[in-house]
């Protein structure tokens, strides 16, 4: 049951990476002025959306803290790495990205990464 506080955290980071490219996606190209770029941002951090995806950022920290009450971080911490797989794919799906081949690759190996450190 443990466990959970590590799935939770991993979830609250890969929410807040997927909603603000959504929504940066959404805002269009940063500006190049400088003056514009503030306000860019500025309209960026009003977003409601983009406020939930810095909440869940918070969120991630509270239930990493309740995990590593739990576990070391040498066990804990390559299972942050499941974040990168589960964003990749879900770029994919959500917004169209490409997957090369070294890539897929390269996401295979976090995973094989994980389940050799964690074989204990």
Do not use: C
């Not at 869940?56 to 990493?64: D, I, Q, V």
């Not at 390269?106 to 990464?113: E, H, K, N, P, R």
């Amino acid at each position: 049951m443990s466990h959970i506080y590590i799935f939770l955290t991993i979830f609250f980071t890969v929410y807040g990476q997927i909603i603000i490219k959504w929504q940066v996606n959404s805002a269009g190209a940063l500006p190049v002025e400088a003056i514009e770029k503030i306000s860019f941002i500025l309209r960026l951090l009003l977003n409601p959306w983009i406020l939930s995806g810095l909440f869940s950022a918070f969120l991630a920290s509270l239930t990493w803290m309740a995990a590593m009450t739990k576990f070391t971080l040498s066990y804990a911490y390559p299972f942050m790495s499941l974040s990168f797989i589960i964003v990749s794919l879900s770029s994919l799906v959500l917004f169209n990205e490409s997957m090369s081949l070294s890539r897929l690759i390269g996401l295979s190996f976090i995973v094989l990464g994980i389940v050799v450190i964690n074989r204990d």
